[in-house]
């Protein structure tokens, strides 16, 4: 990386998880220049304005999560055991994701909804993507007859999500993963039931 690259790099790490915390909104550029110590005439020689900021930050904070989560499914040799994978990353790694400021897309999709519309855009394409990635995982299960064939594939995949996000926004706002593992519970539950032949 250029030097340039290195100090974009580096304000985008020092402050992801502010901005994950305290939101877009939220978050001043004391905040940026007090976590980097940098001056602000840096900050905004390495990016235009703030949004700027926010949207590289959104960038990084949900690739490390993909990072992290592609990590715990890669090893499994099935689609079942992939989407148990999935749901026990988040049942075994919930304190951390929490102590960052909970999931980065739930967090700047409730923030960017009617406000920010290239943030919204953003988080809409990583929705998009995690649900194929959810998909690819099912429909694979169901090529190699894991799965029940007539299942609806991006149906599930939604619904997880939808599960998934509602369930961190509960035990966030609860203090209480219990509320995370209903949801995990229950998503199990149906892979069990509806799902695997």
Do not use: H
Request: charged share 25%; net charge neutral.
């Amino acid at each position: 990386m250029t030097k340039a690259e290195q100090t974009r790099q580096f304000i985008i790490e020092k402050t992801a998880p502010i901005f994950n915390k305290k939101g877009y909104a939220g978050t001043s550029l004391s905040d940026i220049t007090n976590a980097t110590g940098l001056t602000k005439g840096s900050i905004y020689g390495n990016f235009l304005n703030k949004e700027e900021v926010g949207l590289a930050v959104f960038k990084y904070n949900t690739k490390e999560l993909s990072r992290k989560t592609e990590a715990w499914i890669s090893k499994k040799n099935n689609a079942y055991e992939q989407l148990i994978a999935f749901l026990n990353f988040y049942r075994v790694n919930w304190k951390t994701v929490f102590e960052n400021g909970g999931c980065p897309i739930l967090n700047s999709a409730a923030e960017s909804d009617d406000v920010m519309p290239a943030m919204k855009a953003l988080v809409r394409s990583t929705f998009e993507n995690w649900e194929d990635y959810i998909s690819a995982m099912i429909d694979e299960g169901r090529q190699k007859e894991l799965f029940k064939k007539e299942i609806n594939v991006p149906e599930y995949s939604k619904l997880f999500i939808m599960m998934i996000e509602g369930g961190i926004l509960f035990a966030k706002i609860s203090d209480d993963p219990a509320d995370l593992y209903l949801v995990l519970n229950r998503i199990k539950k149906i892979i069990d039931v509806e799902i695997i032949k």
